[in-house]
């Protein structure tokens, strides 16, 4: 059985190579499978290739060959050979007549190096080219197997490669570059490349100056690179290769050599020295690429298959070293070392051929069996290490690393030595070490011995004092069996010739190299213990940082203290660099620490395991200082205020204040405030000498925000008592002034005045009406355009001199102060200023500017696998400023971290959005920037998903053929996409074509499918691919063609088990017996009933394909019998016969008497029921009721006889008896009941009833509550519910329109304690009308009425809708005189009104004629014309 874990070999044991050929000459390509009769196909573009004119295909035993005649241009492109689940890839390079002198060697001679082995569903061998440096010889330029439209990716790619490593050439002391390159479009993460010499050696630790690793990612090809650099290439670095890629869940591998051209000396490596594994104290240890269970590790099934041995002759041993006889000598620990030392590089086959050499073996003298290479074994179980002796009284030894395994704890035996071999003189204890342990030797007698248990220290005693004195030796004891102890670490097992050690709950200090001695000999083994995966329970985050900010990355593992690897951009993080990275473990939390983070920083980082990776982003943005409200200029007047105030984006930043570029020192009156991200210059009492720039620097930002303070001095001139009011302004006229203000900002106005007497000053803001304007770009109207947008409704006057908005007014100026200024602080402010003399008037227009509104939820679209398209709308608003650009973010859904994604602002309304996680739910929004700042965020988007195409689906398998059709079923793929599954396509293609033909029409979500149509006798592949919303993923196709032509196929019925005993059915119950059966073509069914055919519309037959089924809606007594189901096909038929019983519930006991009534007794007896239901009785129930409340009660259930006594019945009391008959349906439907009751006297005592005069309570019937008019909807039961009294107890009748109900089984009637109810079943309109109930007794009678009204029209019996009515069909003209002769006939025997006009009839004949006649011709009318003489009943 192969272990789960080692990938299987290729089936090519030679592999064609790609060739270069000069055009009109012949193409040969030869390839050789390991086993002949290997079906082997030749492939082009994808496309099988046939024998031809063109192409020759040749086979013998296990060597095939393609053979392409006169090669030409269109030859040239890719070809592949597939054996089973094998396929190799190769070129065919056509190059002109001239230069065909050039190319090295024909096509048809295979490359001498060995084609490496496949992986499981590898592609085919696309081979890259590898160039040399500084003297190595280039490689050939066939060699290379890249698609030939140069996009470097194959055309049916199956692995990880899209080029693989070449074979390699280069002179001593030259370079060389090997290049792997890698499709990344389908990878979710990096993949993880990992360079090896021969089969262990991880070139990543031999990095360094001669050696070095560069990997690189094209975003354009969406392809990795992955190179192996070596300078001064030395004779030891030629050998074997090999280049391994993997990621989440796929591998692949590739081999490669490289040939040092220079003589090869016999070099002193030992490479065993440097993987050899070393304790867990040590530096480190070597983790095994095997994934074998628990035992021997088989190094040569490790070793890859090769085709034949050709070496050049530059690369043969020295003539004077035979490596054959030191292969034979040696070891096969050595082959390693001496492949590498001698240039071998097909170890495989040379093994081979010295396996079939004759080989002296030198035979150990003191073993018969030794340990073997190397076991295996995964943490926590256990391994037995066992040897066999030549000397059963031999002493072992057993090391661990070079270290004797001793003996710990108390000693309880003795003998021949303590230890685990026996060693004479280690203890004096007088047991002989029948078995031993690491705690001391033991001895125990056998599982089955009589004397274990607390007895046994005195056998033990006993036994090896008789056993040293009667044999004078204890070397026969080791014969006996020993029991383990399993709570040591070390168990030692001593069985005649074999010797054990067991180790138990093995760890990683169990991991070495272990050695048995015997004497002078030893055998050494390796011990290498696997420890199990480690995953990951919660992944990285991304981050976004500034500079010099501290980032620190966690991630939870499944198990505490794992050893993990922290990477960047693909490149580990050692302990070399702690200086700048710092790695923290607190259990199953590992975190990495960057204390100051750099732009350098900004890249992704991983965390790796043995069981996954964790990846994360990491982006460092620079620090940028916004401004949100720069210092404006200020004009002040003398011991006024000064204040400059600006609002920056860091609340941390510090700045300094300038005065005409020196700094400005605070005192008493000038104050430094910085409170958040808001800082304030505030000057007291302002002089001239104040007036000059000012200027904040924020420290370590070049920024430098300056605005002006100028002094406005008035000069109040002579003028005489009577002057007019002017308003001192720069700029005086009706012309309005644009004051701008940011939102939120203090707006203080000064306005100077004048005038004698003091003038009288109004503030008033005119309020207009002004479309918002919508954000885009700057609008290139004249502000006389834009005016013309504004029309003025009215002017409010501002008074107030204290809130937000206030006036203050002084004798030589007015202060008009708005706190915290807002969008609806906008506007055109007029000051008027009047006195006896004049007025003055000036108008100021304040407009105030803020950052734009919040955008709308972005839209997304065009999701791909790591990327989308996001779309946004401008803010309705843009805060008075264009807008500049915008700025996106996004987050996992889950995550509360935003993450910004440009750095500089987008202009464009739609952003491509990618480096996405497929499989990750994310959420998008968006900011809108202006001259102010930056708005709100956006509504987050909807959550979107990105995903990729899925897997092909598996295990597709055909399951039935005909002549026409072929029936196919598969199982999903193992990889649907993180959005699911839309559904599944179905394609054909007849043998020895390409085009393939689809199916089914759209897309099926079955796994099993029906494919109809087909040609009979064609041969036919089929495939299956999966779609989701990526697309189609990989097809999936049968592995040989069908041929669609059904197979004969004998008759067979599968009867189920429960079908071969009777089968017993209640009546009425459906009886549905399914039989399933085989045979092709399909057989005909036939079904008998006691030998005659099935007749009757009461039992079907049901056929189909591959079963037969008998239904019975509602079984009675008569289906019982035998019934027979026959399969015929031509002349071959097959029987089943079943038993069907049906059964009912019994018929009452018969002839039920009282035997003998005594005392409080009273014996029954009755006989068994006529009927007993064609099964068996199981019981009888028993019931008594006294004579006075005649309610039941039961006195024996399940009773089995015939007879049985009633005890403790009651004195006094009359009772009566009843029995009920039971089988396995129910019990009967009626009792078998006494007639007379049974009367219990008092003994000795005769009771006298007093006599009283009898009383007539007779009572003509009285309706105490009358019926009432009702209006119901039709298709809803109704029912019709009155009260009667009487006695006696009236006889209760029914009427509609005059026709008696009482034998309608559409009307229910109910009569309890008085109250009467009639019960009307699903009514139709037709159930309308006048319904009476009538109540007669010996007194008399009586009767009430009322009408019935159906709503819900002839909905049900048809009709025409109108609009939201429906539109009922009248009465047929049949129904119509069937409701009126009705009503005719009762009108005549009762004498009572007709319920189609008033009045009584006094002669019935002529009546029915005249209103049949007036009737039928209304009706027919009435139906011709569609119903138009009905209204419209409303739909309900």
């Known amino acids: 059985?192969?272990?789960?874990?080692?990938?299987?070999?290729?089936?090519?044991?030679?592999?064609?190579?790609?060739?270069?050929?000069?055009?009109?000459?012949?193409?040969?390509?030869?390839?050789?499978?390991?086993?002949?009769?290997?079906?082997?196909?030749?492939?082009?573009?994808?496309?099988?290739?046939?024998?031809?004119?063109?192409?020759?295909?040749?086979?013998?035993?296990?060597?095939?060959?393609?053979?392409?005649?006169?090669?030409?241009?269109?030859?040239?492109?890719?070809?592949?050979?597939?054996?089973?689940?094998?396929?190799?890839?190769?070129?065919?390079?056509?190059?002109?007549?001239?230069?065909?002198?050039?190319?090295?060697?024909?096509?048809?001679?295979?490359?001498?190096?060995?084609?490496?082995?496949?992986?499981?569903?590898?592609?085919?061998?696309?081979?890259?080219?590898?160039?040399?440096?500084?003297?190595?010889?280039?490689?050939?330029?066939?060699?290379?197997?890249?698609?030939?439209?140069?996009?470097?990716?194959?055309?049916?790619?199956?692995?990880?490669?899209?080029?693989?490593?070449?074979?390699?050439?280069?002179?001593?002391?030259?370079?060389?570059?090997?290049?792997?390159?890698?499709?990344?479009?389908?990878?979710?993460?990096?993949?993880?490349?990992?360079?090896?010499?021969?089969?262990?050696?991880?070139?990543?630790?031999?990095?360094?100056?001669?050696?070095?690793?560069?990997?690189?990612?094209?975003?354009?090809?969406?392809?990795?690179?992955?190179?192996?650099?070596?300078?001064?290439?030395?004779?030891?670095?030629?050998?074997?290769?090999?280049?391994?890629?993997?990621?989440?869940?796929?591998?692949?591998?590739?081999?490669?050599?490289?040939?040092?051209?220079?003589?090869?000396?016999?070099?002193?490596?030992?490479?065993?020295?440097?993987?050899?594994?070393?304790?867990?104290?040590?530096?480190?240890?070597?983790?095994?690429?095997?994934?074998?269970?628990?035992?021997?590790?088989?190094?040569?099934?490790?070793?890859?298959?090769?085709?034949?041995?050709?070496?050049?002759?530059?690369?043969?041993?020295?003539?004077?070293?035979?490596?054959?006889?030191?292969?034979?000598?040696?070891?096969?620990?050595?082959?390693?070392?001496?492949?590498?030392?001698?240039?071998?590089?097909?170890?495989?086959?040379?093994?081979k051929r010295l396996k079939g050499m004759k080989r002296d073996e030198k035979k150990s003298t003191a073993f018969q069996k030794k340990l073997e290479p190397a076991y295996q074994v995964s943490k926590g179980h256990k391994i037995r290490l066992t040897v066999e002796l030549a000397d059963p009284d031999a002493d072992v030894k057993w090391l661990k690393n070079g270290q004797e395994i001793q003996m710990s704890g108390r000693c309880t035996g003795g003998g021949r030595g303590g230890g685990p071999g026996g060693s004479p003189g280690r203890s004096p204890c007088l047991s002989p070490p029948m078995f031993s342990t690491a705690t001391g030797p033991c001895l125990s007698p056998p599982p089955h011995c009589p004397l274990s248990g607390s007895s046994f220290p005195s056998f033990r005693f006993c036994l090896s004092l008789f056993l040293l004195f009667l044999f004078g030796s204890l070397p026969l004891l080791r014969t006996l069996p020993r029991p383990l102890r399993l709570h040591s670490k070390y168990i030692f097992e001593s069985v005649g010739a074999k010797r054990t050690l067991t180790i138990s709950q093995c760890s990683l200090a169990d991991d070495a190299a272990y050695q048995c001695v015997v004497g002078g000999e030893k055998c050494s083994t390796e011990l290498f213990v696997k420890e199990p995966p480690v995953l990951i329970t919660r992944p990285l985050e991304d981050q976004l940082v500034m500079v010099g900010q501290r980032v620190e990355f966690e991630c939870e593992v499944s198990e505490e203290g794992a050893q993990v690897k922290w990477l960047k951009d693909g490149v580990e993080l050692t302990r070399e660099e702690t200086f700048k990275y710092r790695f923290k473990k607190d259990g199953q939390r590992h975190h990495l620490i960057i204390n100051e983070a750099t732009l350098e920083d900004a890249g992704h980082y991983a965390l790796r395991t043995s069981g996954g990776q964790a990846l994360a982003e990491l982006i460092v943005q620079e620090k940028k200082l916004e401004v949100y409200q720069s210092i404006a200029d200020l004009t002040v007047g003398a011991k006024d205020q000064a204040v400059f105030k600006c609002e920056v984006s860091d609340e941390n930043v510090r700045g300094v204040w300038l005065k005409n570029g020196k700094e400005l020192v605070p005192d008493s009156r000038i104050k430094v405030s910085h409170i958040g991200r808001v800082h304030k210059l505030t000057i007291d009492d302002v002089t001239p000498a104040d007036e000059a720039d000012y200027s904040f620097v924020p420290e370590g930002f070049a920024c430098n925000l300056s605005a002006k303070l100028h002094f406005m001095e008035v000069k109040i001139d002579f003028v005489p008592r009577q002057e007019p009011p002017k308003i001192h302004l720069d700029c005086p006229g009706r012309k309005p002034d644009t004051i701008v203000v940011v939102a939120g900002n203090k707006l203080r106005l000064d306005v100077p005045i004048s005038g004698d007497p003091a003038p009288t000053v109004i503030w008033q803001k005119t309020i207009t009406q002004k479309n918002k304007v919508p954000a885009g770009p700057a609008p290139d109207a004249s502000g006389d355009a834009a005016a013309s947008d504004e029309w003025v409704f009215d002017k409010k006057l501002l008074c107030e001199t204290e809130g937000r908005v206030r006036v203050e007014t002084t004798k030589d100026r007015s202060i008009f102060t708005v706190e915290g200024a807002e969008k609806e602080d906008e506007g055109v402010y007029v000051v008027t200023v009047k006195n006896p003399v004049g007025e003055d008037q000036v108008n100021l227009t304040v407009k105030v500017i803020d950052v734009p509104?919040?955008?709308?939820?972005?839209?997304?679209?065009?999701?791909?696998?790591?990327?989308?398209?996001?779309?946004?709308?401008?803010?309705?608003?843009?805060?008075?400023?264009?807008?500049?650009?915008?700025?996106?973010?996004?987050?996992?859904?889950?995550?509360?971290?935003?993450?910004?994604?440009?750095?500089?602002?987008?202009?464009?309304?739609?952003?491509?959005?990618?480096?996405?996680?497929?499989?990750?739910?994310?959420?998008?929004?968006?900011?809108?920037?202006?001259?102010?700042?930056?708005?709100?965020?956006?509504?987050?988007?909807?959550?979107?998903?990105?995903?990729?195409?899925?897997?092909?689906?598996?295990?597709?398998?055909?399951?039935?053929?005909?002549?026409?059709?072929?029936?196919?079923?598969?199982?999903?793929?193992?990889?649907?996409?993180?959005?699911?599954?839309?559904?599944?396509?179905?394609?054909?293609?007849?043998?020895?074509?390409?085009?393939?033909?689809?199916?089914?029409?759209?897309?099926?979500?079955?796994?099993?499918?029906?494919?109809?149509?087909?040609?009979?006798?064609?041969?036919?592949?089929?495939?299956?691919?999966?779609?989701?919303?990526?697309?189609?993923?990989?097809?999936?196709?049968?592995?040989?063609?069908?041929?669609?032509?059904?197979?004969?196929?004998?008759?067979?019925?599968?009867?189920?088990?429960?079908?071969?005993?009777?089968?017993?059915?209640?009546?009425?119950?459906?009886?549905?017996?399914?039989?399933?059966?085989?045979?092709?073509?399909?057989?005909?069914?036939?079904?008998?009933?006691?030998?005659?055919?099935?007749?009757?519309?009461?039992?079907?037959?049901?056929?189909?394909?591959?079963?037969?089924?008998?239904?019975?809606?509602?079984?009675?007594?008569?289906?019982?019998?035998t019934y027979q189901v026959m399969l015929r096909i031509e002349n071959m038929e097959d029987k089943a016969t079943l038993v069907l019983q049906i059964v009912d519930k019994p018929s009452p006991p018969q002839d039920i008497r009282v035997a003998e009534a005594w005392g409080f007794n009273v014996a029954l007896e009755w006989k068994p029921p006529q009927d007993y239901g064609n099964t068996e009785i199981w019981g009888y129930t028993v019931q008594k009721a006294d004579t006075k409340t005649m309610e039941w009660f039961t006195v024996l259930e399940h009773y089995?006889?015939?007879?049985?006594?009633?005890?403790?019945?009651?004195?006094?009391?009359?009772?009566?008896?009843?029995?009920?008959?039971?089988?396995?349906?129910?019990?009967?439907?009626?009792?078998?009941?006494?007639?007379?009751?049974?009367?219990?006297?008092?003994?000795?005592?005769?009771?006298?009833?007093?006599?009283?005069?009898?009383?007539?309570?007779?009572?003509?019937?009285?309706?105490?509550?009358?019926?009432?008019?009702?209006?119901?909807?039709?298709?809803?039961?109704?029912?019709?519910?009155?009260?009667?009294?009487?006695?006696?107890?009236?006889?209760?009748?029914?009427?509609?329109?005059?026709?008696?109900?009482?034998?309608?089984?559409?009307?229910?009637?109910?009569?309890?304690q008085g109250v009467l109810t009639l019960e009307i079943r699903k009514p139709c309109p037709f159930d309308g009308g006048i319904y009476v109930c009538r109540a007669i007794n010996l007194q008399g009678e009586a009767q009430c009425e009322c009408r019935l009204e159906v709503r819900g029209g002839w909905g049900d019996m048809g009709g025409s809708r109108r609009g939201n009515t429906r539109v009922p069909r009248p009465p047929s003209p049949l129904q119509c005189l069937s409701d009126l002769a009705g009503s005719l006939a009762m009108a005549r025997c009762n004498r009572m009104p007709m319920a189609h006009g008033p009045g009584t009839w006094k002669d019935a004949g002529q009546a029915t004629f005249l209103l049949l006649s007036v009737c039928a011709q209304v009706c027919i009318l009435g139906w011709g014309w569609g119903g138009s003489i009905h209204r419209a009943v409303p739909l309900r």
């Open 1 to 351: 059985m192969p272990e789960p874990g080692k990938k299987p070999v290729s089936a090519f044991s030679k592999k064609p190579r790609s060739a270069e050929v000069a055009a009109g000459s012949p193409a040969v390509f030869e390839a050789e499978t390991e086993r002949s009769g290997v079906k082997v196909r030749w492939q082009r573009g994808g496309s099988d290739i046939s024998a031809s004119d063109k192409y020759g295909l040749a086979a013998e035993g296990t060597r095939h060959t393609l053979t392409v005649r006169d090669v030409g241009p269109a030859d040239q492109g890719s070809y592949a050979v597939i054996a089973g689940s094998s396929k190799v890839k190769f070129d065919l390079k056509v190059i002109e007549a001239e230069k065909a002198e050039t190319v090295p060697g024909p096509a048809s001679v295979p490359a001498p190096a060995p084609a490496p082995a496949e992986a499981p569903g590898a592609p085919g061998e696309a081979l890259a080219s590898a160039t040399e440096e500084k003297g190595g010889s280039s490689s050939p330029e066939g060699s290379s197997s890249a698609a030939p439209d140069g996009s470097g990716a194959p055309d049916d790619p199956i692995g990880l490669f899209v080029m693989r490593p070449q074979d390699g050439e280069v002179t001593a002391g030259g370079s060389i570059t090997f290049s792997a390159r890698v499709a990344g479009a389908s990878l979710l993460k990096p993949p993880t490349v990992k360079w090896f010499k021969g089969k262990w050696v991880d070139l990543s630790s031999k990095a360094g100056q001669h050696l070095q690793l560069h990997s690189s990612y094209d975003r354009t090809s969406k392809v990795y690179l992955f190179e192996l650099h070596i300078t001064d290439a030395q004779p030891t670095s030629a050998g074997g290769y090999r280049c391994e890629v993997s990621t989440k869940d796929k591998f692949d591998s590739c081999n490669f050599n490289l040939t040092v051209h220079e003589a090869v000396g016999p070099g002193d490596l030992d490479l065993r020295s440097a993987f050899r594994r070393t304790s867990l104290a040590g530096s480190g240890r070597r983790i095994s690429d095997s994934h074998e269970d628990a035992g021997t590790l088989d190094f040569s099934s490790l070793l890859k298959k090769s085709s034949s041995f050709r070496r050049d002759s530059r690369l043969e041993a020295p003539a004077e070293e035979d490596v054959w006889e030191i292969l034979r000598q040696a070891s096969p620990s050595e082959y390693e070392r001496i492949a590498f030392q001698h240039g071998v590089t097909d170890l495989r086959g040379m093994l």
């Open 853 to 1121: 509104d919040a955008p709308a939820a972005p839209k997304i679209s065009n999701v791909g696998e790591d990327s989308c398209t996001v779309q946004w709308e401008p803010p309705a608003y843009d805060g008075g400023q264009p807008v500049l650009g915008y700025i996106l973010e996004r987050k996992k859904k889950k995550s509360y971290r935003w993450m910004r994604l440009n750095f500089d602002l987008l202009r464009e309304l739609s952003h491509e959005a990618r480096r996405m996680i497929e499989g990750v739910v994310y959420e998008m929004r968006v900011y809108a920037v202006n001259a102010i700042g930056m708005s709100r965020p956006s509504p987050a988007s909807q959550p979107f998903m990105p995903i990729g195409p899925p897997s092909e689906p598996t295990h597709l398998a055909v399951e039935d053929v005909t002549d026409t059709t072929v029936s196919l079923k598969w199982r999903p793929p193992e990889r649907a996409g993180a959005g699911g599954l839309d559904g599944y396509s179905v394609e054909y293609c007849r043998e020895g074509c390409s085009e393939w033909v689809t199916a089914l029409q759209g897309l099926t979500e079955h796994t099993a499918v029906l494919v109809k149509d087909l040609p009979t006798g064609a041969r036919l592949q089929f495939r299956v691919r999966a779609h989701n919303m990526a697309g189609p993923g990989a097809p999936v196709t049968t592995q040989e063609p069908v041929t669609v032509q059904e197979i004969l196929q004998r008759p067979r019925l599968q009867l189920p088990r429960h079908l071969r005993q009777t089968i017993q059915r209640k009546v009425g119950e459906p009886v549905n017996l399914l039989i399933p059966f085989q045979g092709k073509p399909r057989p005909q069914v036939t079904w008998t009933k006691e030998g005659q055919p099935l007749a009757g519309e009461e039992v079907s037959i049901r056929n189909s394909p591959t079963d037969t089924i008998l239904f019975i809606r509602a079984a009675h007594r008569a289906h019982s019998g």
């Open 1200 to 1312: 089995r006889r015939t007879h049985c006594v009633v005890s403790e019945l009651i004195i006094g009391n009359g009772y009566y008896f009843r029995v009920f008959s039971h089988n396995m349906v129910g019990p009967s439907d009626k009792a078998a009941t006494t007639k007379e009751p049974v009367f219990i006297p008092r003994p000795g005592i005769t009771y006298e009833p007093p006599s009283y005069k009898a009383l007539d309570f007779s009572e003509a019937p009285s309706f105490t509550r009358p019926l009432v008019n009702r209006s119901v909807i039709a298709g809803y039961n109704a029912t019709l519910c009155c009260a009667v009294r009487g006695s006696p107890k009236p006889k209760i009748s029914w009427f509609k329109n005059g026709l008696d109900l009482g034998k309608d089984a559409r009307f229910r009637m109910f009569s309890k």
